[in-house]
């Protein structure tokens, strides 16, 4: 019977460990524990939530995708696969899940059947995750196992005691320089949606955020704008200049301090001769325009109220109330509603819309999304509530503002 020994050793491997166990030829599922494996992809129905394993054969693979799950995957010769998973090494927040959302990976219906299928996953510590992997290749492959590095370890058992470790807490250098290259080479968002994650990032002040953006874009080839290289590079920079500038607008820079800053980057980009010093100028850009976000709101408001609205625009698609934003600066709620009305002139309420409106305009415009789940998405009460807030604080509503005609207004 063709595939009998692999089937055998899927079984053993599946009652050791315990993970889901799909063994396939080609596109073709032969054998599967269980008989049905959901994933983050198969529940949404979303194919670049599924984890794109690379050419390696005879050698495991440590994969994951977006939204967390983690897999073990190992082509063997003759177009045969091994895959173990899905399963957790660590449990995914709901805050993670309104990330994704956000930065348009998953739509905000999906939301509840992946956090229902989360939490359905097994929690796999990542030390287990490492040996499950070992083990899988050691039961196909069959060659030698190889404890890279504990060798070099076990010679020196003063150094073992001294530093807490045995052979089954360590885990080599290759385990984790694995992991990173693969999550530096998948799942990157297109360059629009992450183009306008960096603008949100820039126009909260949220440095770490934007840069951290920025290195997905950069991960992605360059379009051709010219016909040299430092040329084209330029070029596109100058355009990166340009969303960045209203982004830091946005965030409340005046609009003579943004493009003053803006000219100044771009004086210096022209003068920039060398590639290395050119493409991290978008860097340089990034906390530029950051800090002058952070050091307008420092300006505009106490530390106290900052922090608050800090507080706020991390939850914007979560339930807010007075208590919780009030327990996250340590001061009374009736206090902090008197002072947060005297130094920003609204309401905290008035506010907490007002922004969930501004934010949530990007998924009107840009996106395919109903009206009625970004409303729910933002926790607005219907989308009534949603629609007269929206007119209210943008002056057209939802639909108008998705056909375009907000100028028109």
Known sequence: MQFQREIQICRCFYESVQLPLQLS??????????E????????????????????EYNKVQYLFSPVGERFLVLRLPGD????????????????????????????????????IHLDSLILLPMKRYYYSGLLLELLFVQRPLSLEGIEEIAESPGEIKKQGLSGLDFLPDSFYLQTRDYRTRQF????????????????????????????????RPRAQLAGTEARSLKNSIICSCAFMTRAAISGGVRADDAFT???????????????????????KMVVGFTSAVIRMKKERYSDTIN??????????????SLESIAESVFLNPNYLSGLFHRETGETIHHFIVRRRVEDSSFFV????????????????????????SFRTILGVTPGEYRKGEAHNK
Not at 307 to 320: F, G, P, Q, S
Not at 365 to 388: C, K, L, M, N
């Open 25 to 34: 030829s080609g596109k073709d599922t032969v054998y599967s524990l269980p």
């Open 36 to 55: 049905i494996i959901p994933t983050a992809a198969s529940v949404t129905g979303l194919e670049n939530l599924s984890p794109k394993p690379g050419e």
């Open 80 to 115: 045969i696969c091994i895959t173990a998973g899905p399963f957790l090494a660590e449990p995914v927040s709901d805050e993670a899940l309104i990330r994704l959302v956000r930065e348009g990976m998953v739509k905000m219906r999906m939301k509840s059947a992946l956090r």
């Open 188 to 219: 990157l968002h297109s360059p629009y949606m992450t183009e306008q994650e960096i603008c949100r990032y820039i126009s909260s002040g949220d440095t770490e955020g934007a840069l951290r953006t920025l290195a997905e874009i950069n991960l």
């Open 261 to 283: 800053l803006s000219d100044a980057y771009i004086r210096q980009i022209e003068t920039c001769s060398d590639i290395r010093q050119i493409l991290h100028f978008e860097e």
């Open 307 to 320: 922090r608050a609205v800090d507080y706020i625009e991390e939850h914007l698609c979560e339930k807010l």
């Open 365 to 388: 415009r840009s996106g395919t999304e109903p009206i009625a789940d970004i409303a729910s998405f933002y926790q607005f009460s219907s989308q009534s509530h949603y629609v007269r």
